[in-house]
């Protein structure tokens, strides 16, 4: 008598299509720390430039393909099977950590601002499709959201070729973005200053006099009064040079821009990557000192902030040396930084803080 044949092996029954799209968003997130700290992969190949970015580009286009294709089939009903998903779930997986794998084959000696371009625009774009998949798991037929989400996944990798292409590129594009903060720091300033007016605090004032003494109830209660809302005389004694100062940032930032342009190296590598860390600490120096200037102002927070501001475009200015051969290009912003000092001076000693002038031996600029 034959045996009987044995039974089928059980096939592996897969999750609903939704619950697929929920297992990927999550497999998504957890690849976004190892982005966040990873290095480059140590290999012994030379690195070729050209090989990276067209190995970088077609990983955007294949991403930008595959967030197409999934918004299309999850935003109309019926929904795909549980086989379909599946495969389209491994496809959007695959586009992920291929392009993850191609910013980790980008070399730490090719500088590390290039690097961190390089590695926010793989942020965007893993971020933008795990977010694309939890609207797709959450409203799986079209709406508004899911357009949203997949339009941020879409610009993420329309922006991939727009990327600077070596390190010394990538230095001006970052200066670039800090000399455009710290001008419209500097216009809001000028606007506040234009739009003041300078009876306010007068007429506040009177109104208070006039009252019926509410005002010493809500200065015991912690209530704002009318102080907190204008500038005193004193308080306009120090917004000029204020002004001044964040103006001579301004001008630094440029001519450290413009020394970069003309006679930074793309070999200065380490130089370069320098001169866009400190350049990075000016517009977070002029804000904090722009908002202290706003009612109601502290004076010793004010002093602190132009100090601190001054000594950052000094470590900016001589970090910039090493790609400032032009006399022309070293005389401008050492000036620059000689007026900048000067009001820095004048704020510290007009709040009775004289010992700021022996914080540095400049001699203060004339003419201001």
């Not at 045996?3 to 619950?19: H, I, K, M, R, S």
């Not at 809302?229 to 001044?244: K, V």
């Not at 001076?345 to 803080?353: F, R, S």
Request: glycine content about 4%.
């Amino acid at each position: 008598m034959a045996n009987a044949a044995p039974p089928d092996a059980p096939v592996p029954t897969l999750a609903v299509p939704l619950e697929q799209l929920r297992h990927l968003a999550e497999e998504l997130r957890l690849l976004l720390p190892g982005v966040r700290v990873g290095e480059a992969r140590e290999t012994t190949k030379e690195f070729n430039r050209e090989t990276f970015w067209r190995r970088f580009n077609e990983a955007a286009v294949t991403v930008s393909t595959e967030a197409t294709t999934l918004t299309v089939v999850f935003s109309r009903l019926p929904l795909p099977s549980p086989q379909e998903t599946q495969r389209f779930c491994e496809q959007v997986h695959a586009a992920i950590k291929a392009i993850i794998a191609a910013y980790y084959s980008l070399p730490k000696d090719q500088g590390t601002t290039l690097r961190k371009l390089v590695r926010s625009a793989t942020l965007d774009i893993v971020d933008g499709m795990a977010q694309l998949v939890e609207m797709l798991y959450v409203t799986p037929t079209q709406s508004p959201e899911n357009l949203i989400s997949y339009n941020s996944v879409w610009d993420a990798c329309q922006k991939v070729p727009k990327i600077p292409r070596d390190n010394k590129a990538a230095a001006l594009s970052v200066l670039t973005k800090s000399v455009n903060l710290v001008k419209d720091a500097h216009e809001e300033m000028e606007q506040a200053v234009e739009e003041c007016d300078p009876y306010c605090g007068l007429l506040n004032d009177i109104e208070e006099d006039n009252s019926d003494n509410h005002g010493d109830e809500e200065g015991i209660l912690g209530c704002p009064n009318n102080q907190d809302s204008y500038w005193s005389e004193e308080d306009q004694e120090l917004i000029i040079p204020c002004l001044a100062l964040v103006r001579a940032s301004k001008a630094c930032l440029k001519k450290i821009r413009l020394s970069v342009a003309e006679n930074g190296k793309k070999d200065q590598v380490a130089q370069l990557d320098d001169i866009v860390d400190i350049s990075d600490e000016i517009s977070p120096s002029v804000d904090d000192l722009a908002l202290s200037i706003y009612p109601p102002v502290c004076h010793l927070t004010v002093r602190l902030n132009a100090a601190k501001l001054v000594s950052v475009l000094e470590k900016a200015l001589e970090i910039t040396k090493p790609v400032s051969h032009c006399r022309r290009m070293g005389a401008l912003p050492r000036r620059l930084y000689s007026k900048a000092f000067s009001w820095a001076v004048w704020i510290c000693e007009k709040g009775g803080w004289s010992h700021m002038r022996t914080w540095k031996h400049v001699t203060p600029a004339k003419g201001l």
